[in-house]
């Protein structure tokens, strides 16, 4: 059964950069064609697709964010992360890794892990 889970910090000050990881178990990351997505959920609000790295390395970025996101890919640990820079009080939210696309659908999760962008 395939694992996901986040780690980074859960404090981020604004204009500076959030950066998480999201360490993937029971299955491989380059593993066709599978895409591997970062999605947030801002208090009160639904869930954000934030962008995704496909098994080939391409990557995708939802439009509201593509200036300030970028998506990696470490695959000999099996990782991929996350960076959101400069961030703002808006992006304070759950963010959770998965497998999947939108179009395609979320069949694993992780668990989630908040992070609060306060001064």
């Known amino acids: 059964q395939v694992q996901l889970q986040e780690s980074g910090p859960g404090l981020v000050k604004p204009s500076q950069m959030l950066s998480l990881t999201c360490t993937v178990s029971g299955g491989s990351i380059i593993t066709s064609y599978y895409a591997w997505s970062w999605i947030r959920q801002p208090p009160g609000k639904g869930l954000e697709w934030t962008g995704a790295?496909?098994?080939?390395?391409?990557?995708y970025y939802s439009p509201s964010l593509k200036s300030r996101t970028s998506i990696s890919r470490d695959t000999s640990k099996n990782q991929f992360s996350l960076q959101l820079s400069p961030v703002t009080l808006e992006d304070t939210a759950v963010y959770y890794c998965?497998?999947?696309?939108?179009?395609?659908?979320?069949?694993?999760w992780g668990q989630g892990t908040q992070v609060t962008v306060s001064s």
């Open positions: 790295i496909a098994y080939d390395g391409s990557t």
């Open positions: 998965a497998r999947g696309s939108t179009a395609a659908g979320y069949d694993y």
